[in-house]
């Protein structure tokens, strides 16, 4: 088992460990998301992804990606926590972090067997779809119904504190 501290890797030497789990007949699978304020519905995604093969790489995406696709303010944990969380996680066996709009690159680089996505998506919403099928891989929907998001989160903590503090 990888020490918590060694999963982060680059993704140049991520590829070639990739490519060796592949000789050795194992199946890799790629989850991909910002992972802000981990919560019970990232957990059975990432849970339900490893299920799908014998080694789970999870796509952090970075601060200033997080930024340009939430919005100002987010995310709420900087990308070394966020990775440190998760890097705690038995599931989890490698962690990279990508800066890019989606995670195409990440996938042509990488080319894992499996990319899951979670339950806001269907396999012909997936962005990546079409990368994912031109290296042979599946791609798969995985985790529970979509109950819990951060933004979701956010909200309701904001909601909670403004009526505790109005009185």
């Given at each position: 088992?990888?020490?918590?501290a ?7 030497s991520l ?7 592949r000789?050795?007949?194992l199946?890799t699978?790629l989850?991909n998301?910002a992972?802000d ?6 957990v ?6 490893r ?7 999870v796509?952090?995406?970075s601060?200033?990606?997080?930024q340009?696709?939430k919005?100002p303010g ?12 998760l890097?705690?996680?038995?599931m989890?066996?490698?962690i990279c972090l990508f800066?890019e709009?989606?995670?195409?690159s990440?996938l042509e680089?990488?080319r894992?067997d499996?990319?899951a996505?979670g339950t ?5 919403t ?7 099928r031109?290296?042979?891989g ?7 119904p979509k109950d819990h998001?951060?933004?979701d989160?956010?909200?309701l ?5 403004g009526r505790?503090?109005?009185?």
């Amino acid at each position: 088992m990888t020490a918590p501290a060694d999963k982060l890797q680059p993704r140049a030497s991520l590829a070639a460990e990739c490519a060796a789990w592949r000789r050795q007949g194992l199946r890799t699978v790629l989850a991909n998301g910002a992972f802000d304020l981990l919560h019970c519905g990232h957990v059975r995604y990432l849970e339900a992804a490893r299920a799908h093969g014998d080694r789970l790489v999870v796509a952090v995406n970075s601060d200033r990606s997080v930024q340009h696709s939430k919005g100002p303010g987010r995310p709420i944990m900087p990308e070394r926590e966020r990775v440190e969380i998760l890097s705690h996680l038995w599931m989890v066996d490698r962690i990279c972090l990508f800066d890019e709009p989606t995670v195409a690159s990440v996938l042509e680089e990488l080319r894992p067997d499996v990319h899951a996505k979670g339950t806001d998506y269907t396999v012909e919403t997936v962005p990546e779809r079409q990368v994912v099928r031109s290296y042979g891989g599946t791609t798969v929907i995985c985790g529970d119904p979509k109950d819990h998001a951060t933004t979701d989160l956010i909200r309701l903590v904001l909601d909670r504190f403004g009526r505790a503090a109005g009185g």
